[in-house]
DNA sequence: CCAATTTTTGTTAGCGTTAACAGAGACGCC
DNA sequence: GGCGTCTCTGTTAACGCTAACAAAAATTGG
């Protein structure tokens, strides 16, 4: 087998030019006579020549291939993230290699940036939602582009994040607006920067209004701790309204209301975060906020490759905005 | 910026040792004196020395990286393999590249099969559902290793499958021994072969009992299809029963019964396929057949290596056994 | 203890590409 | 018409690694 393809210098001979006239061709190069040019691609259609990339990531530096670390590449955000992130990438004539990790420790994400360095990625993008996250990435070379999503905030790195506090201020709004006297809150593993952005939109939210925040209880992501948190929840006369920080949770807490026998919307409203596909058929439809992952994957490939062009490592941050999407769970308090 | 980081003879230097010594080092050649092999590494730490992947693909004609070529990464099915590969890939030191593709017709993967080619992969997972795929397959250069999961039975390419027609089965049995006189099926697009092989499944179990299959609905995975369905099987009264092709459906069909006032499994009993995390905090809690995604991954990367190293193309082909959950959702039909 | 082996190390030559420079025509200008 | 200036093309030398061979050192057997 590895019958190894024809090379540059194959191309070369049939067109009746030198190889460097073959990479001229290749890479656009503008002092190319179209007549000659035109010769060598004959050549390369003959042939079915396909450039070799490792030769080239060789001799430049760097491949077309951009490096992502993420953690869980089965949850709904990250798993979206990364196919947004492929297809902007291949639009670029960029391949993405995945580097997924167990656990987001120091140690899991070093060995994964570790694995896309040797193999001399152009980029990294590190999807990058917890603390111990950022304390990995300040130790990075500082001499490979890189563009964290969903990190820290408060670190010196080029930065891409949906607005989790817009988002979750528009939510609380919205029930407020309904006509809730407070909002509860079903939050995230408090150790993700999404978790915090979005107790703080509800809590500024809540402030705004002139209401005192109850304790906020804290999920996994998951629709089972949504479930737990929900039938808390529902053994409590007082709630009429619930902003989970995701749509599983939510789900979770519709599940536990319904059990409990207490109706959505009209007893209880409830929205969540993150508008997955099936969140329009909940029971009831779940009303929302939906963050543009298209968005965040082509500002974060966009700040990704300013920097392998540029040569400079920017500072740079850009945050999306998340748009609340009404449907049919949440409705004003009876009284 | 690009301070290319030590070389091989850096690293050679250092420890007073030939290149080529360092090179044995790092591929665990066994002739190798170990107080050699102790200051080789011990020069590697110091330099924080990192072999450059494109040199050795260069040299040996094969990266360490694999290929994946998936559609829609963000379905359940799909996500949850690419994940378990990569990881199974890291374990094995191979680098996964994704390199997902909105349509499934020859030209969109053809596309990016080269893409992979061009980057000199060591082989390819390709997750081809549909027919078109497997006709782009047969044209690929055939010294490339390959593995197709959930593909063309039918193609004599190495295949590493889900078994569908045993967990659909499985899942109409489940409701037939309930009780009911009969299921109804809610199915994928016809075109993917895991659709096909549930409806074949769900006809088998029919057949054997002795039944005569109504028609099946078709559906796209997506909740909003298996609503469109649920809003049709909620005005016919003789439906008891129904398997749908996936969860994503169910929990369409599943709101469609509860805003017909059908309730759920008193009234009419849902099965659905592919136990997403969520499926256990539905309205019921469903029951469904998961397919271990994990032991699929393991299987198709195993033998994708097994051709890397032997250099055979093997056709083998392996098949996972899926397995019934069984929650909430199932009753025996009222009389 | 010397020749024959085996183990360990070094030397050289690519892999296929791009970068840097050099050469060959074509063209315009004084 | 000669000379500088373009435009186009070719030559050579890396990039960092492994494979193949060659040499040196260590080990064995009689």
Known sequence: ???????????????????????????????????????????????????????????????????????????????????????????????????????????????????????????????????????????????????TVDGDPSRPVPLVTVDQVAGARAATQHLLDAGHRTVWHVSGPTDWFDSVGRIDGWRQALLAAGLDPPPPMPGDWSAASGYRCGQMLARMPEVTAVFTANDHLALGVLRALHEFGRRVPHEISVVGFDDVPEAAYFIPPLTTVRPDFDAVARASLQMLLSQIESGTGGALRQTIAPALVVRESVAPPRR
Not at 15 to 26: E, F, K, N, P, W
Not at 105 to 118: F, P, Q
Request: glycine share 8%; proline share 5%; charged share 20%.
């Open 1 to 147: 087998m590895a019958v190894h393809g024809p090379a540059m210098t194959d191309v070369a001979r049939l067109a009746g030019v030198s190889h460097q006239t073959v990479s001229r061709v290749l890479n656009g190069h503008p002092n190319v006579r179209e007549q000659t040019r035109l010769r060598v691609r004959a050549a390369i259609a003959e042939l079915g020549y396909r450039p070799n990339g490792a030769a080239r990531a060789l001799v430049t530096g760097r491949s077309q291939v951009i490096g992502v670390v993420a953690q869980n590449t089965t949850l709904y955000g990250p798993a979206s993230l990364l196919a947004a992130l492929e297809q902007t990438a291949a639009e670029e004539g960029f391949a993405v290699s995945v580097g997924s990790v167990r656990n987001l420790d120091h140690r899991s994400i070093s060995a994964a940036v570790e694995r896309h360095l040797s193999h001399r990625v152009a980029g990294i993008v590190v999807i990058a939602p917890v603390e111990s996250a950022g304390e990995a990435l300040e130790r990075l070379p500082k001499d490979v582009p890189l563009v």
